[in-house]
T-cell receptor, first 110, second 115 residues
Framework: AQRVTQPEKLLSVFKGAPVELKCNYS??????LFWYVQYSRQRLQLLLRHISRESIKGFTADLNKGETSFHLKKPFAQEEDSAMYYCALSEMNRDDKIIFGKGTRLHILP | EAGVAQSPRYKIIEKRQSVAFWCNPISGHATLYWYQQILGQGPKLLIQ????????DSQLPKDRFSAERLKGVDSTLKIQPAKLEDSAVYLC?????????????FGPGTRLTVT
């Protein structure tokens, strides 16, 4: 079965330090990977997708098919980055249904 | 543009009671999704509509859950009868079309507590 694993429930990082949120997936086809974010009292929203290869709010994520990973990185954490982050996978040929991981809460320490 | 609207925002019911949630997607969005998010988990797709037709309801517990999107716009999700394990946030999302190329926009969710 297709799965998305986020090994950390909570990640605390000091402001200005690098951030890496881990995501591993299992999928037999060609997946599309996403990162979604939910800030406090806001709606779940798309942060970035691997096919876009863009940096959003300083965050980047590279799809590593060999390691089946899609880790989210930012070189210098900011306090406004504190939020819940979900890694997600889209299944091809299943009407592109999205499967979410359990999420990692990122807490930026002052 | 106005976002996805959901109501109610909170609902507390006793087990075996019935409950209904309403969703109004972004205008012009053909695809509508209902997700269930249990505490500590990521959202899980319950049902996906394309206009007023069901695309995927494979994870909808059909013995107690039902959903409809009669005119291809608003949608309702019903639980009858509710169980304790149905306590969750129910998220509605919409997108212009179906497929991975279309971004899903989420509503604020309805938090259901079953006692």
């Amino acid at each position: 079965a297709q799965r998305v694993t986020q090994p950390e429930k909570l990640l605390s990082v000091f402001k200005g330090a690098p951030v890496e949120l881990k995501c591993n997936y299992s999928y037999s086809g060609s997946p599309e990977l996403f990162w979604y974010v939910q800030y406090s009292r806001q709606r779940l929203q798309l942060l970035l997708r691997h096919i876009s290869r863009e940096s959003i709010k300083g965050f980047t994520a590279d799809l590593n098919k060999g390691e089946t990973s899609f880790h989210l990185k930012k070189p210098f954490a900011q306090e406004e980055d504190s939020a819940m982050y979900y890694c997600a996978l889209s299944e091809m040929n299943r009407d592109d249904k999205i499967i979410f991981g359990k999420g990692t809460r990122l807490h930026i320490l002052p | 543009e106005a976002g996805v609207a959901q109501s109610p925002r909170y609902k507390i019911i006793e087990k075996r009671q019935s409950v209904a949630f309403w969703c109004n997607p972004i205008s012009g969005h053909a695809t509508l999704y209902w997700y269930q998010q249990i505490l500590g988990q990521g959202p899980k797709l319950l049902i996906q509509f394309q206009n007023n037709g069901v695309v995927d309801d494979s994870q909808l517990p059909k013995d107690r859950f039902s959903a409809e999107r009669l005119k291809g716009v608003d949608s309702t999700l019903k639980i009858q009868p509710a169980k304790l394990e149905d306590s969750a946030v129910y998220l509605c999302a919409s997108s212009l079309g179906a497929g991975r190329g279309y971004e899903q926009y989420f509503g604020p969710g309805t938090r259901l507590t079953v006692t």
